[in-house]
């Protein structure tokens, strides 16, 4: 019992920590509360079943889950779903509220991120083998969803997932004399293109980035599983308890490469116009690395924007972060309910709904035969975020808000502390495996 509220606990402390999963998913299209409550009876007089699905406030995730619930019931006879909604900044905290009172989800929509402190709470159960089979899992999603296979289970299984690649400005491009149909495709080139294209005044002061950057978004993924397995390196052990970032020179080059762009290159400025999602749609930045899941901002806040979208460029080798929210049953669900809430599960991982989710979300089909049809891979805007997912990793975080707090602090001591950058690292690392020792520590 201790552990499950220590683990309720940590849970809570994701949010007030930061704000969890770092991929700002346009907070501007959350809505205000909670849509639904939970507290309702889940068995009708009739013998109805009643899911309880819960996933945060983001409007178009909203609205298409409303539609297949609809058809889900009408599919499966004797179960309702009800879906209930937070808004993004509250989603765990609610969580740690409602489940100690005996209200709570039946089936839960999270970040990939947390499911490791899911679990430790005793939160989540197993997904079961005979209506998931590993081997079934494994053949047809990319393997980034094993990012959340624990002591030899899987806990929970997506419907999407979303790539990084690099989001550049066509008209910007022409006006530095860069031919906006052939972006860069290598660390060095990304570098040239990214000087080419900032603007300062006569006092020094940037006007243009080259090449956005922000650590807190979508940059320490971009350190982590772009440039790191890019030079060749990696940052975990095959295990995922030994943190190797810092055993070859792959990591601190990763790293001194990432910060070049604000230091020796001066094309880039972190809180540039707010933040590198604003530059770019105000076109200040000409450049960003960011995930598929902000097309959708995009075409709703910026439609008259001129860009296009290509694979990271790359070094020794290929490699692009991946994430994904993602679904899982909580640990007391069982007997009928739980029939009902794996047939739902089944119906969100089919080929069908994944394939609307990319028409009406804009993420990508986790499935690789899905996610690899021609109408997809040739697609302008979509293709490349495709391209990269064979080869993109999803990173196991113990704890996704402190791993992305110590990367920003390394940041932090190089740009605002004028530490040396292989010093910082050296940090880095260490301060990062002492966060992993103290995960394992009780395993």
């Not at 296979?149 to 006006?175: C, H, Q, S």
């Not at 982590?224 to 060749?232: W, Y």
């Not at 770019?280 to 598929?292: H, I, L, Q, W, Y």
Request: aromatic letters at 12%; one cysteine or more.
């Amino acid at each position: 019992m201790k552990k499950w509220y220590l683990g309720l606990l940590g849970i809570l402390l994701l949010l007030l920590l930061a704000a969890c999963s770092g991929d700002d998913d346009d907070g501007s299209s959350e809505t205000d509360g909670a849509e639904g409550t939970s507290d309702e009876a889940t068995e009708g007089e009739d013998g109805e079943i009643t899911l309880e699905y819960w996933q945060y406030s983001f409007d178009s995730k909203v609205s298409l889950m409303d539609e297949l619930i609809k058809e889900f019931e009408e599919a499966n006879p004797g179960i309702k779903v009800k879906q209930t909604n937070f808004p993004y900044d509250q989603y765990n905290e609610q969580v740690a509220v409602q489940v100690p009172a005996g209200r709570g989800p039946d089936v839960i929509n999270l970040f990939y991120g947390w499911v490791p402190t899911y679990v430790d709470a005793g939160y989540l159960q197993p997904l079961p083998q005979d209506a998931f089979p590993h081997e079934e899992i494994e053949s047809e999603f990319f393997p980034l969803v094993e990012a959340t296979k624990m002591d030899g289970e899987y806990w929970t299984i997506p419907t999407a997932v979303r790539t990084l690649a690099l989001f550049y400005n066509k008209d910007l491009f022409e006006e530095a004399g860069l031919d906006p149909d052939s972006p860069p495709t290598t660390w060095e080139e990304l570098e040239e293109y990214a000087v080419k294209l900032t603007k300062a005044d006569s006092n020094g002061r940037l006007e243009q980035s080259g090449m956005a950057w922000e650590p807190a978004q979508q940059g320490h993924q971009w350190l982590r599983d772009g440039l790191t397995r890019q030079a060749g390196g990696e940052v975990l052990s095959e295990d995922r308890k030994e943190v190797i970032w810092g055993d070859d020179p792959a990591g601190l080059e990763a790293f001194k490469y990432w910060l070049s762009f604000p230091t020796d290159l001066g094309t880039s400025e972190q809180g540039f116009y707010t933040d590198d999602v604003t530059a770019f749609v105000t076109e200040k930045a000409a450049m960003n690395v960011d995930g598929s899941f902000r097309i959708g901002t995009l075409q709703n806040d910026a439609p008259d924007l001129n860009y296009a979208v290509a694979p990271l460029p790359g070094n020794v080798e290929q490699s692009t972060n991946a994430s994904f929210w993602t679904n899982g049953i909580t640990a007391k669900v069982e007997g009928e309910k739980l029939d009902a809430a794996v047939k739902f599960l089944q119906f969100l991982t089919s080929d069908e709904v994944m394939e609307r989710w990319l028409d009406e979300i804009g993420e990508l089909p986790a499935k690789e035969a899905v996610a690899m049809q021609d109408k997809y891979v040739n697609d302008e805007i979509y293709g490349p975020f495709i391209e990269s997912l064979p080869y993109a990793n999803a990173h196991f975080f113990v704890d996704e808000t402190k791993e992305r707090e110590l990367v920003i602090n390394a940041a932090n001591k190089v740009l605002m502390e004028g530490a040396d950058p292989e010093d910082a690292f050296n940090e880095l690392v260490e301060s990062t495996q002492a966060l992993y020792d103290e995960y394992w520590g009780d395993k």
